[in-house]
């Protein structure tokens, strides 16, 4: 008997490291990010931001003593990131996916996560598209969509005095002509008349500007509104400089033009009064949760964090807290209620607001401030920064079930 | 229609096709006198911004910056055609070989680049002197635009003058036309072509450099600007320096007037004129593959 019962503990205490490794299994995220070319900074930032957000909640920890684990691959094109997705989930096991920069990608995962029924958390591409026209439940987004930017653009304009013509430049896909759509629908909601004197494509990456910004300058728009990304807003600024575009008419970019490498790549050719916002601010909200992701993320990388890095900051706390919610990572349908109507704290909220995730659509709803270039050295090696902020609040922004529903008749 | 617009929208086009000029001369250079399509041409666009970059960071000054770029790309240029392009010359794959090793050449230079200098996007100021603009009437021109046309038609006027007064030009010419009887006459036709391609790439990374001031220095930019000067090639000729000259002057100012008066449409522009050139001459505007005729 006395043997029999020293066996049993013999096995017990032999298992137990397994069934300890077991309660400490992690959960997989498979997470895509452009981590090379013109989008790679991105792509390095939401790697590092990722880092911090797992350590935080792993530190939280979760049901079950499990850890958060996420795996990054770079992801290329749509075709080659549908790949990496669907290995991610037969393979590797992925609970959720995560991240991707562009657009297009983005949309093209989200039919490996319709598909196959696994949670897609997007962290920062910004098409509407995919929170409206192209909804499916499986999808939730950690930052703004265009819609939003430009629609609080739209607000600025109708507070600006003293303007009538508008003339548009963008890059000639998706993202630049969405931003157009969504602006000129803003201003026509809220009755603002206009005259359009121009609309302008040149090719994404294109390398010189010289001739638009001559036709620019010859139609005379009272506001170039433009949707550059990335190093495209930085050549724009400085082609557009010496020919004085900034003292003829007002340079408004509400959606990406405020993102702080173009500050940081610009110095002191970014002139001053340009009118400008981006998906996270580093001196706005003046809030200590905003100073202390910034100061971490500055602490991890040795430099300041862009724009993207917050949504995936965000986007870890989000999956996090629907498991937190649900107690375990294998029922999705439970976790995507648990996301459902989420509030989650953003570093970049105002004090006062919590994001919160619209049932509906399941984008996140966020405060978005827009500001205008004024010298500041705070952040080096920028020179200038955003102040002088106008702050829209987030229910005047999303949802707008007036704009899907256009969306999905125009979009068809 | 008023005057001024259109003197503005020519220089604007002017501008533009000093820059894609100075890529697409030496693109023609090598294949008119080496008889190689160098795919990766662009990368020298892209390590002269680079070496640019690297050259103003350490010595604060954008002359030494424009001269390293320069040299930095001719030098990179040679070491390609001495240690690589020169092994498949004349070989019966010599074709698909060309396009098979410039094309590797384009993805290691680009992420040689990324590697050493990282794949985030960097600028570079321009220098005081070219910092303002004057004005021409009611237009505004920055003096930056006006210094890269004159530096495109200085490389103009003595390409001019190198290839029809000097013997080395008229040697360079002859090697365009028959390479085997150069060297039996007893020129080292090896020599020159390496110091063409050496020359040839050095002019890419001169548009590298003196772009950079204007742009953003980042990886990729050498595949964005070899698209324009191929178009400005093939409208020239293929092989033809002037042809190349004639091409980018015919798409700086067509891509300028596209962009006043039919901005929708404006990018496809340049493809409609190298379609037309086509099918009315396929050879090029500038007759047969011949450097300087």
């Known amino acids: 008997m006395k043997m029999r019962f020293v066996s049993i503990l013999v096995i017990v205490a032999l298992l137990m490291p397994v069934g300890m490794a077991f309660s400490a299994e992690t959960i997989k995220i498979g997470a895509l990010y452009t981590m090379t070319g013109r989008g790679g900074q991105y792509g390095k930032d939401s790697e ?14 979760l049901p079950g003593g499990k850890k958060l684990e996420c795996i990054i691959t770079d992801d290329k094109n749509p075709q080659y990131a549908v790949s990496v997705a669907k290995r991610y989930i037969t393979e590797d096991k992925a609970k959720f996916l995560f991240g991707i920069i562009s657009s297009a990608i983005g949309l093209a995962v989200t039919e490996v996560s319709k598909e196959y029924k696994v949670i897609f958390v997007g962290s920062d591409h910004a098409a509407t598209d995919l929170t409206a026209n192209k ?69 994404l990456y294109e390398p010189d500007y010289t001739s638009y910004i001559t036709a620019i300058m010859k139609q005379a728009p009272d506001v170039l509104i433009v949707g550059f990304w990335g190093g495209d807003t930085v050549s724009f600024i400085k082609q557009a400089k010496p020919y004085g575009l900034f003292q003829k008419m007002k340079y408004f970019h509400p959606d990406a033009g405020g993102n702080y490498e ?50 995936a900051y965000v ?73 002088n902020w106008k702050v829209y609040p987030a229910d005047k922004l999303w949802p707008n079930m007036e704009y899907v529903e256009y969306l999905k008749k125009v979009k068809k | 229609m008023d005057f001024t617009t259109l003197i503005a929208q020519f220089i604007s086009g002017l501008s533009v096709a000093m820059l894609i000029f100075l ?21 020298f666009y892209l390590l002269g911004s680079y070496f640019a970059y690297q050259a103003m960071g350490m010595f604060h000054n954008f002359w030494i910056g424009m001269a390293a770029g320069v040299i930095g790309a001719g030098i990179v240029g040679m070491l390609m055609e001495f240690f690589f392009l020169r092994r498949i010359y004349g070989r019966t794959e010599e074709g698909p070989f060309q396009i098979l090793m410039t094309y590797s050449f384009i993805l290691i230079l680009d992420d040689a680049v990324k590697y050493i200098w990282g794949s985030e996007y960097k600028t570079i100021p321009k220098p005081d002197a070219l910092m303002g603009s004057f004005s021409l009437g009611s237009v505004m021109v920055p003096s930056y635009n006006v210094f890269i046309i004159i530096v495109g038609l200085a490389i103009v006027l003595f390409a001019w003058y190198f290839l029809t007064k000097t013997d080395t030009g008229k040697k360079v010419r002859a090697s365009s036309l028959d390479r085997e009887m150069l060297g039996l006459l007893g020129t080292n036709v090896p020599v020159i072509m390496t110091v063409v391609f050496g020359v040839a790439t050095a002019m890419g990374g001169l548009a590298g450099a003196m772009a950079a001031p204007l742009r953003t220095v980042t990886p990729g930019a050498g595949v964005e600007v070899i698209i324009d000067s191929l178009i400005v090639v093939v409208i020239g000729g293929f092989g033809n320096f002037w042809g190349a000259l004639l091409g980018a002057l015919i798409i700086g100012q067509v891509l300028s007037f596209g962009i006043l008066w039919w901005a929708e449409l404006a990018t496809v522009a340049s493809f409609v004129v190298m379609i037309i050139v086509l099918i009315v001459k396929p050879q090029g505007l500038l007759s047969k593959r011949g450097v300087g005729r």
């Open chain 2, 23 to 43: 890529v697409a001369s030496g693109l023609t250079l090598i294949f008119g006198v080496v008889n190689v399509f160098n795919f990766a041409h662009g990368s």
């Open chain 1, 262 to 311: 173009a500050m940081a790549s610009l110095v002191d050719d970014m002139p001053e009064g340009l009118i400008l916002s981006a998906r996270h601010h580093l001196n706005w909200p003046d809030t200590a949760a905003n100073k202390t992701y910034i100061q971490k993320f500055y602490k991890a990388a040795g430099r300041y964090p862009s724009y993207a890095a917050e949504g």
């Open chain 1, 135 to 203: 909804f499916q439940k499986y999808y939730f987004r950690s930052s703004n969509n265009t819609f939003q930017s430009m629609m609080a653009g739209a607000y600025y304009l109708a507070e600006m005095k003293g303007w009538k013509k508008i003339a548009y430049i963008g890059p000639d896909y998706a993202y630049g002509r969405d931003q157009w759509m969504e602006v000129k629908w803003g201003l026509d909601k809220l009755g603002i008349k206009y005259e359009v004197v121009g609309e302008y494509w040149p090719k």
């Open chain 1, 315 to 387: 986007g870890i706390h989000m999956i996090a807290e629907a498991i937190r919610k649900v107690g375990n990572a294998d029922d999705t349908e439970a976790l995507v209620k648990a996301m459902e109507g989420m509030k989650i704290q953003c570093p970049e909220d105002p004090a006062g607001f919590t994001s919160w995730i619209d049932p509906a659509t399941h984008q996140i709803v966020q405060v978005q401030a827009i500001g205008t270039t004024v010298k500041n050295s705070q952040f080096p090696p920028a020179k200038y920064m955003l102040g």
């Open chain 1, 48 to 61: 590092v931001a990722i880092k911090i957000a797992l350590d935080e909640v792993n530190a939280k920890g």
